[in-house]
């Protein structure tokens, strides 16, 4: 499995940003797609994830203001975040897990990472 995360930059605060994770190779049928950021000097933490079903899980930062969403057909899997803050500023990852406790988040059950793409929140 590859994935190509993809849509970073730098944007204002309360701006809008939608990043997207282009999986390839042998996804599988059942899995979920998680998306992770890790800023300088923190820990990596989960920021939400979707099963293939289309369920998909947020962790608190992520609630009310990020919608995860994905194109089946296409393979990818979006992260549209709103209304975003200097917090959010850190390096996003994408990772593919076909393990189904893996939509609450637990990196660990990641098997597959993309390489990250940087979100710069700054006025």
């Known amino acids: 499995v590859q994935l190509q995360a993809s849509g970073g930059g730098l944007v204002r605060p309360g701006g809008s940003l939608r990043l997207s994770c282009a999986a390839s190779g042998f996804i599988g049928d059942s899995y979920v797609i998680g998306w992770f950021r890790q800023a300088p000097g923190k820990e990596r933490e989960v920021v939400s994830c979707i099963h293939s079903t289309g369920s998909a899980y947020y962790a608190d930062p992520a609630k009310d203001r990020f919608t995860i969403s994905r194109d089946s057909a296409k393979n990818t899997v979006f992260l549209q975040m709103n209304s975003l803050q200097p917090g959010d500023t850190a390096v996003y990852y994408c990772?593919?897990?076909?393990?189904?406790?893996?939509?609450?988040?637990?990196?660990?059950?990641?098997?597959?990472w993309g390489q990250g793409t940087q979100v710069t929140v700054s006025s």
């Open positions: 990772a593919h897990s076909q393990k189904l406790m893996a939509i609450y988040g637990a990196s660990e059950l990641y098997d597959y």
